[in-house]
């Protein structure tokens, strides 16, 4: 930098501030820190963050439990809010997915089978994944992606202009003001959502089978009725609700767990995502292990 381009009385304090020479050891220096002292800070920011996780799942289950009782105090317009944004507004993109999934199961499914000539059995892959795996799941995703990050970027923020504060201030329960409606308002939509993407799932693999395998439409839904079973669609239905409550509960807890800055709402919605997915994903695991165990 040029500093005969300055004002003038800029330059002179410059020259002021250069006057006294600087002590040694004022300036902060860059420490490297061992390894060993890095890791025992993860482990115990992660010990930290388990115990902070427990205490909120506590209490959203004392709350929960207030609910049953008729005693948890939110507003019905709150929750009918929240049943908007996760319901109807969550259409456009289920719609998407979900078609687009069954049209790529029944195209994978067609490749091999009709190597067999059996892709009447299209159908049948198609109806039983969709039902079964793929539409709770596919659908579980999309809403920790957009739902669960809402969740998350809605009470980081009021956590940020310290909204929370002042509800507790009025003696107001953030558990059961704000979070509760989320956690209800989700389990009440993802059943729903979960059969609307199984109905559009099978209708992308119809529409695969007719257009490419030479199906009728007759023939690919009674081998889809035939495939899908009773207890297949329960266990689809009984994982979505699990899902929407852990796709809540990470959400709420990010957002409650976010700091005062504003770019601690975003990385609050960052991962929430990452959260919700990952407990998506194990808990589906989870499943699979105990239905075969039960023998489901």
């Known amino acids: 930098m040029r500093r005969d381009a300055l004002p003038v009385g800029v330059q002179r304090l410059l020259a002021l501030a250069e006057a006294v020479p600087e002590k040694p050891g004022v300036r902060r220096t860059s420490v490297h820190t061992p390894w060993i002292a890095r890791l025992g800070t993860t482990a115990l920011d992660l010990g930290a963050g388990s115990v902070s996780a427990v205490a909120f799942v506590g209490e959203v289950a004392s709350a929960t439990w207030r609910l049953t009782r008729r005693s948890a105090r939110f507003r019905i317009g709150d929750l009918a809010v929240v049943v908007q944004e996760c319901g109807v507004q969550a259409l456009p993109i289920v719609t998407l997915i979900s078609i687009l999934v069954g049209m790529i199961l029944a195209f994978v499914g067609a ?6 000539g059996a892709q ?3 159908a049948d892959l198609v109806a039983i994944a969709v039902v079964r795996e793929m539409g709770c799941i596919m659908t579980g995703i999309i809403m920790a992606g957009r739902t669960g ?10 956590k940020v202009t310290q909204e929370i504060d ?3 201030t009025l003696g107001l329960p953030s558990i059961e003001f704000l979070v509760l409606p989320r956690i209800v308002a989700l389990c009440l939509m993802m059943p729903i959502l979960c059969v609307y993407a ?9 529409g695969v089978g007719v ?10 839904v009674r081998e889809t009725v035939a495939a899908i079973t009773l207890t297949s669609f329960a266990t689809g239905i ?23 800055s504003s770019a601690s709402v975003g990385e609050a919605a960052t991962s929430a995502v990452v959260t919700g997915i990952v407990l998506i994903i194990a808990a589906d695991g989870l499943f699979a292990v105990l239905l075969n165990v039960l023998g489901i």
């Open 111 to 116: 490749v091999q089978l009709t190597r067999f």
């Open 120 to 122: 009447i059995y299209v």
């Open 149 to 158: 990050s809402g969740f998350a970027a809605q009470l980081g923020t009021m």
């Open 166 to 168: 002042a509800l507790t």
């Open 198 to 206: 199984d109905v559009l799932g099978i209708v992308g693999g119809a």
């Open 211 to 220: 257009s490419m395998l030479d199906l009728t439409l007759v023939q690919y």
């Open 238 to 260: 009984a994982k979505s609700v699990f899902f929407g409550a852990l796709i809540a509960i990470a959400g709420c807890l990010r957002g409650m767990q976010c700091g005062k």
